[in-house]
């Protein structure tokens, strides 16, 4: 049977090889395909887009364009913080046909509810706007940027603009009270996570005409990290029953053998 394909959507300053350890942690029931952002990681010579509009509509072609090359029969969409948010609308953008399988979101309250700034002990000011020296602590402070990034100033001038283009999209991003999509949602929360809450978390299943399940993991906003973070997007696949558990697949090859 054709593995189920899943898009990944990359978080504000992130690229698509922010999922490339996740290739090895999941087992051969899905095929991993990371997308990646104009302006970032392998398209970084690209212009950043400044609205969410346009980068859906990049996502969308890209999307259609893989799904045709390689013959994608089933899919689903992962998005975590900003990413959430543009699988969300890409979404919405892929009806009637093709649909997704599911949406599985973190590390971003619903779409109807207000950007919510970090309550870290930074401070709860919103961060495209910070001056840099206070976006990289209240980055660190989400563990949102890796040492390497934060200690070099090359690096440091290559990032920082296309996280500010990022963060002023999520941060400005305008709620949509009453617009659903047509396939089950899974909401995976972090404990710690300071730019979430379980309201804000519980209104994902006012997103979508079909059903949704909810899961909580251990960390902060960047739990989705962790290797063991997989394993809950497997999870979250499973209870939609859009991805067969393990035990069916393995008792169907032997029952054939």
């Known amino acids: 049977m054709q593995p189920l394909t899943l898009f990944c959507f ?9 999922y490339r350890p996740w290739r090895a942690l999941f087992d051969d029931r899905v095929e991993l395909r990371p997308l990646e952002l ?17 980068l859906v509509s990049h996502l969308v072609r890209e999307m259609l364009v893989q799904i045709a090359d390689h013959n994608v029969s089933r899919y689903a969409l992962f ?4 990413g959430s948010l543009l699988a969300f609308e890409t979404a919405l953008r892929l009806r009637p046909e093709p649909r997704p399988a599911a949406l599985v979101v973190s590390g971003r309250n619903a779409p109807s ?19 840099d020296d206070d976006l990289v602590v209240a980055l660190r402070e989400l563990d949102g940027i890796p040492p390497v ?39 995976i929360g972090a404990e710690d996570d300071p730019m979430t809450d379980a309201p804000g978390l519980a209104e994902w299943s006012a997103a979508t005409t079909a059903r949704t399940a909810s899961r909580t993991v251990s960390g902060g ?6 290797p063991e973070f997989c394993r809950s997007v497997v999870d979250a696949l499973e209870s939609l029953n859009v991805l067969r558990s393990h035990r069916d697949v393995v008792g169907e090859n032997a029952n054939a053998g």
């Open 38 to 54: 104009p302006g970032h990681g392998a398209l970084m010579s690209q212009p950043l887009l400044e609205n969410i509009g346009d």
């Open 113 to 131: 509810v207000p950007h919510r700034a970090p309550r870290t002990p930074h401070g709860t000011a919103h961060m495209a706007g910070l001056p």
């Open 221 to 226: 906003h960047m739990a989705v990290q962790k």
């Open 79 to 82: 998005g975590h913080s900003l």
């Open 10 to 18: 990359p978080h504000a300053g992130g690229s698509a090889t922010a």
């Open 149 to 187: 990034v934060e200690h070099n100033r090359d690096l440091l001038e290559l990032f920082l603009p296309a996280l500010r283009t990022d963060l002023r999209i999520a941060e400005t991003y305008q709620p949509r009270p009453g617009v659903r999509v047509e396939c089950p949602i899974a909401v």
